[in-house]
């Protein structure tokens, strides 16, 4: 039976093969998620035995915030049952238990992660003046990065 455990730098060489199974982080290199992991407040993982299946990073500070990143599960594992496991990990773990996650998913996922509790965000809020305002998701870029 698969088992929910907290990850640590030393678990970078298994959390860095399954970013290896996925396009998008396969140039992820192992000291970059060692170093990730490292300092990462809360990571979660599902092993089946000695093996890691899937796993999570949780950037928070325990109080207002607690975003999820990197949520995979083994290419092999998929539709098991992993997944939800690796959430309900993240969801249920001690450390969380004043905040809610959030995460931000592709289009495809978003029925996947609705069926683990997860909610879409409001698009606009109220605000202290009054009214509503639309939010807006930014990243910076930097001047290099052109």
């Given amino acids: 039976m698969p088992e ?3 990850l640590s730098a030393d678990d970078a060489e298994a959390v860095h093969a399954l ?7 396969d140039d ?5 998620t060692e170093r990730a992991l490292a300092n990462t407040p809360v990571a979660v993982g599902v092993r089946q035995g000695d093996e890691l299946v899937a796993s999570a990073r949780v950037v928070t500070d325990y109080t207002f915030y607690a975003n999820v990143f990197d949520v995979i599960v083994a290419e092999d594992r ?10 309900r990990g993240v969801v249920e ?12 998913c592709r ?7 609705e069926s683990c509790g997860f909610k879409a965000y409001p698009e606009s809020v109220d605000v202290p003046e009054g ?3 639309d939010l ?4 910076y870029s930097r001047p290099d990065d052109d």
């Fill in 19 to 25: 970013y290896q199974q996925y396009g998008w982080w």
């Fill in 107 to 113: 289009e495809g996922l978003v029925a996947f992660y």
């Fill in 131 to 133: 009214g509503r305002e």
């Fill in 78 to 87: 998929r539709g098991e049952g992993d997944g939800e496991q690796l959430l």
């Fill in 28 to 32: 992820r290199t192992l000291v970059e």
């Fill in 136 to 139: 807006h998701r930014l990243v």
């Fill in 93 to 104: 773990h001690p450390d969380l238990a004043a905040v809610n996650p959030t995460l931000l």
């Fill in 4 to 6: 929910t455990v907290d």
